[in-house]
């Protein structure tokens, strides 16, 4: 489709669909940048496998999450429509044409790049058409004793229906000719795999090319899955996956117990509505129609794969070879601050501490934590907890310090997507040793990342508190870049202090001093700081805006920015995944450029920069410029008020990633995203590389 640029300020009627981007085919051309991290020559080879098992988790969360949300809107015939004007049939038929090349794609890189060039390193995924006679009896006698005991293969007639088929589960559907001993004639089976069974099985390295030589578990069974059957012949077997709609659906207002609803909701996420089926490439049509008619889909709802139904399965490859020259460099991140200061709270008193995850230590946080807890002088501790994992370092403190008698109060959320069940393990775990945990907000999610502590210091008592971009989760501070701010301020922890009583009580949110919170003063703030820098570009003054976030869809906020680029404001933009603005339109956005930097950390902090005549302001935050961020959860952005703490932030945030042209993906008008690549002569700059450099000294 042609689209109508305007050529004078007259003719722009900002609200124009054809200047926003749809949500969902932004995301999908995120993924498809995830993708070209696994083609790259440059990145090590496990890596890129790695980024290829990442490109395929990211799509079935794409159909449990966006797509099943868009086909529950087509059966409650809800015509549901964002900036784009794009109706959810049309995303729907656009979203299959992207899926299917990009499919195409993945397993065109797998089968034609990355198992040859495995190859050549002595890494086999041997098929079941090379096992010599050694390798067919071994896995022979390994699925007699490892998988014929746990398969419990499903005849379909009258007496069994067809059975529940968990969501993402490898599943084979088997067609049959014979009589089962009581002389029934089944023509079609079903054998499900459990999912304790590992997907990929090393052979013994005296039978192998290699000590790195594996099986897949799909071609073990498909070479004897008749022994299922004695008695009958097996005239095909062919693998499929479902990929189910995961969104939760809890009536907040009719919930009278959160943690009781949300543990008998979680099982159901495993049997929602079917949205996708994923088969292999050789599957009979009239299998496929078979499958699809029990699942309620259509031929578009149908992807035929050229290897196993699920990539993501072959991340363990990355555990189970051994070989450091395949990888990333290892690094270590700069030491924890108590390495050099053994009492955090008097490090913080002297002045505020800046925290840029992985490059510097997760373990000061922890650490920050842990001295709370032994301190007798610390008489309370709250915090948030949105993603902890399951072993939480952070956990075992708090509950530590309840045990010692401190106020500890945790607001978890129990509604994190995908992690509900570790939350509400956490939750068991945090009341049992005496601390107080509430579920946040009915109707909001908690998600900001707050932790404070009140100490007994002389005749007074004095907060600190952390504010942070990012989880609490060690795990992911490992993989996730993120600021954190450890502080002692006293108009900033006042605030932190009243956003925990409105979290934890009933009251309002007044009197803020420096931090916007959503859904209160968040949204208005980010406007009217847009709409200052558009009247000091009016007023022939210099005007800049910076923003970095995961996601920009908010139309309104979309539309401030447009206004800012007519009336001569820079707006640049790192936006990592979905961004719905369109940049460099003729006399909508000529001054927004947009870029996406990915690479072997996942870029994942929020930070706004406003110029402001010179009085500089940078807030960090929890919260993308989404609707649900602004409007639905409760959210915190707070300044980095030191100066040189702010001029830090600048040069790691912004600077680096606007000059990075080896990981760094430009966004066009037209929605494509252009990879930067270095000029003839021009230096190599990697934002990442230039940070681990920087802050680790490696």
């Not at 031929?299 to 794969?305: E, I, L, P, R």
């Amino acid at each position: 489709m042609t689209r109508h640029i305007p050529t004078t300020s007259t003719d722009i009627v900002l609200d124009n669909p054809d200047y926003y981007i749809n949500r969902e085919l932004s995301l999908l051309a995120f993924n498809c940048r995830v993708l070209e991290l696994a083609s790259d020559p440059t990145t090590p080879l496990l890596e890129r496998l790695k980024f290829l098992c990442i490109s395929s988790s990211n799509l079935d969360e794409f159909f449990e999450v966006r797509v099943g949300r868009l086909k529950q809107q087509l059966s409650l015939d809800i015509a549901a429509m964002g900036a784009d004007k794009l109706s959810p049939p049309a995303v729907l038929r656009q979203i299959e044409q992207h899926v299917r090349d990009l499919v195409e794609r993945q397993y065109k890189l797998l089968n034609d790049a990355l198992i040859p060039a495995l190859r050549q390193e002595g890494i086999y995924f041997v098929r079941r058409t090379h096992w010599d006679e050694r390798q067919h009896a071994w896995l022979s006698d390994y699925f007699d004793r490892e998988l014929m005991p746990l398969l419990s293969p499903l005849g379909l007639d009258p007496a069994h229906p067809f059975p529940n088929i968990l969501n993402k589960s490898l599943n084979f559907i088997v067609s049959l000719q014979g009589t089962d001993a009581f002389g029934r004639e089944i023509d079609t089976a079903i054998v499900q795999a459990p999912r304790t069974l590992p997907r990929i099985i090393r052979l013994p390295v005296d039978m192998a090319a290699s000590a790195n030589s594996f099986v897949f578990l799909s071609s073990i069974l498909h070479a004897f899955i008749g022994r299922l059957f004695p008695g009958m012949e097996v005239l095909g077997s062919y693998q499929f996956r479902l990929t189910r709609n995961s969104n939760m659906f809890l009536d907040e207002e009719e919930t009278d117990d959160l943690l009781q609803a949300m543990q008998g909701e979680l099982p159901q996420r495993n049997y929602g509505a079917v949205v996708r089926l994923e088969v292999s490439d050789h599957c009979p049509q009239d299998n496929i129609d078979y499958l699809s008619e029990q699942f309620d889909l259509q031929a578009n709802d149908v992807y035929n794969v050229n290897g196993p139904v699920n990539l993501n399965r072959l991340m363990a490859i990355s555990d189970l070879v051994e070989r450091a020259d395949l990888r990333f460099l290892p690094f270590r991140p700069a030491p924890a601050l108590t390495e050099r200061y053994p009492d955090l709270f008097e490090r913080i008193r002297a002045t505020d501490v800046l925290l840029h995850h992985p490059y510097q230590s997760f373990q000061t946080l922890i650490d920050f934590i842990g001295q709370a807890a032994s301190d007798p002088n610390v008489l309370a501790v709250k915090m948030t907890l949105y993603r902890t994992g399951k072993q939480s370092a952070i956990v075992e403190h708090l509950v530590r310090a309840a045990r010692a008698g401190k106020e500890v109060t945790v607001v978890v959320e129990l509604r994190a997507r995908f992690d509900e069940e570790a939350n509400i393990s956490l939750t068991t775990q945090l009341q049992r040793a005496g601390a107080h945990v509430v579920y946040g907000v009915v109707g909001y999610k908690t998600h900001a990342k707050l932790c404070m502590v009140v100490r007994r210091e002389g005749q007074q008592l004095r907060r600190y508190a952390h504010l942070g971009t990012g989880n609490y989760h060690p795990g992911t501070a490992r993989l996730y870049t993120d600021f954190g701010l450890l502080t002692c301020h006293p108009d900033i922890t006042e605030d932190v202090h009243k956003v925990f009583l409105m979290l934890t009580g009933l009251g309002s949110i007044q009197g803020m001093n420096y931090l916007l919170v959503a859904p209160f003063t968040l949204y208005n703030s980010i406007l009217q700081k847009i709409s200052r820098e558009i009247n000091h570009a009016r007023d022939g003054k210099p005007a800049l805006i910076r923003a970095r976030m995961n996601s920009l869809i908010e139309p309104q906020t979309i539309h401030a920015l447009y206004q800012a680029s007519q009336a001569g404001v820079r707006v640049e933009l790192v936006v990592r995944g979905t961004c719905c603005l369109r940049p460099g339109i003729a006399g909508v956005s000529d001054n927004i450029h947009v870029r996406s930097v990915m690479g072997r950390f996942l870029e994942h902090p929020r930070v706004f920069y406003f110029q402001n005549d010179g009085d500089e302001e940078l807030y960090c935050s929890s919260a993308d410029w989404m609707p649900r961020n602004f409007f639905r959860r409760v959210e915190v952005a707070f300044p980095i008020l030191d100066s040189k703490l702010r001029q830090r932030v600048i040069r790691e945030a912004f600077e680096l990633h606007l000059q990075d042209n080896t990981q760094a993906w430009e966004l066009q008008a037209d929605g494509a995203y252009l990879r930067c690549q270095p000029e003839a002569g021009e230096a190599v700059v990697s934002a990442q590389s230039r940070l681990l450099a920087m802050l680790t000294g490696k």
